[in-house]
T-cell receptor, first 121, second 107 residues
Framework: QVHLVQSGADVKKPGASVKVSCKAS????????IHWVRQAPGQGLEWMGW????????NYSQKFQGRVTMTSDTSTSTAYMELGRLGFDDTAIFYC??????????????WGQGTLITVSS | DIQMTQSPSSLSASVGDRVTITCRAS??????LNWYRQKPGKAPELLIH???SLQSGVPSRFTGSGSGTDFTLTISSLQPEDFATYFC?????????FGPGTKVEIK
C-alpha cells in the first residue's frame, strides 16, 4: 500500500526558510518522480517542481526558481522541499505527490496529507 | 504555459443528481487531461487520467471524455462524499497546470 507521509505544520517569519519532508512507503521510491504542489488558503493548486529520486535531478517551476530546492534520500525513501525567502503570500498547504510515470508530465496517483506552512511576523 | 479553465466555478446539486463539469485548455493537449476530487481539508485524489481512464479503485459513476482542448467530467449519480471541489489538470507538458476548480455543493 503506497503512503506518502509529510512533516507537520510549521510557522515561519518573513524572510526565513522552511523545509518539508515527504516519506514514502509501499513502493520502490527511486522508481517514481515526486512532485510538490502548493495550495494557498481557499485557492487552487500550483505546481512547484519535481525531483527524480533515482538521479537526484530536480526540475523547478520558473515561478519558484532560485528560491526552492528539492532533494531526496533513497536510504530513507524521503523527499524534501525547501523554500526560502518566505513572504506572507507563501502561507499555504504544501503537498508532495507521486507521479504515476506513465501518463505524461505529472499525473499524480498518490498524495501526501499536506503540510500547512504559515508565514507570520 | 498552457492555461486551464473550468466551468461552472460552483454548482448546487442533490444526492442522486447527474453532474457535468467542463474543462478547456488554451491549446491542444491531446488526451493528457486528469481529474481530481478534493474533499474539504483533504489532499486531492486522482479520479480520471488521460481524459477518460478511470483510476483504479474509483467508482464507475465517474466518467471523463474529450480530447484536444475540451473535456468533460460527469458524475452519474451524486453521492454524499462527492460534495467537494474538482480540479482538472493537464500533463501534456511542464508545468502541468491545474484548472481553478469547480465546487460542488449540496442543494
Amino acid at each position: 500500500q503506497v503512503h506518502l507521509v509529510q512533516s507537520g505544520a510549521d510557522v515561519k517569519k518573513p524572510g526565513a526558510s522552511v523545509k518539508v519532508s515527504c516519506k514514502a512507503s509501499g513502493y520502490t521510491f527511486a522508481g517514481y518522480y515526486i512532485h510538490w504542489v502548493r495550495q494557498a488558503p481557499g485557492q487552487g493548486l500550483e505546481w512547484m517542481g519535481w525531483i527524480n529520486p533515482n538521479t537526484g535531478d530536480p526540475n523547478y517551476s520558473q515561478k519558484f526558481q532560485g528560491r526552492v530546492t528539492m532533494t531526496s534520500d533513497t536510504s530513507t525513501s524521503t523527499a524534501y522541499m525547501e523554500l526560502g525567502r518566505l513572504g506572507f503570500d507563501d502561507t499555504a498547504i504544501f503537498y508532495c505527490a507521486r507521479d504515476s510515470g506513465i501518463y505524461g508530465y505529472g499525473t499524480f496517483d498518490y498524495w501526501g496529507q499536506g503540510t500547512l506552512i504559515t508565514v507570520s511576523s | 504555459d498552457i492555461q486551464m479553465t473550468q466551468s461552472p466555478s460552483s454548482l448546487s446539486a442533490s444526492v442522486g443528481d447527474r453532474v457535468t463539469i467542463t474543462c478547456r485548455a488554451s491549446q491542444s493537449i491531446a488526451s493528457y487531461l486528469n481529474w481530481y476530487r478534493q474533499k474539504p481539508g483533504k489532499a486531492p485524489e486522482l479520479l480520471i487520467h488521460t481524459a477518460s481512464s478511470l483510476q483504479s479503485g474509483v467508482p464507475s459513476r465517474f466518467t471523463g471524455s474529450g480530447s484536444g482542448t475540451d473535456f468533460t467530467l460527469t458524475i452519474s449519480s451524486l453521492q454524499p462524499e462527492d460534495f467537494a471541489t474538482y480540479f482538472c489538470q493537464h500533463s501534456y507538458s511542464l508545468p502541468g497546470t491545474f484548472g481553478p476548480g469547480t465546487k460542488v455543493e449540496i442543494k
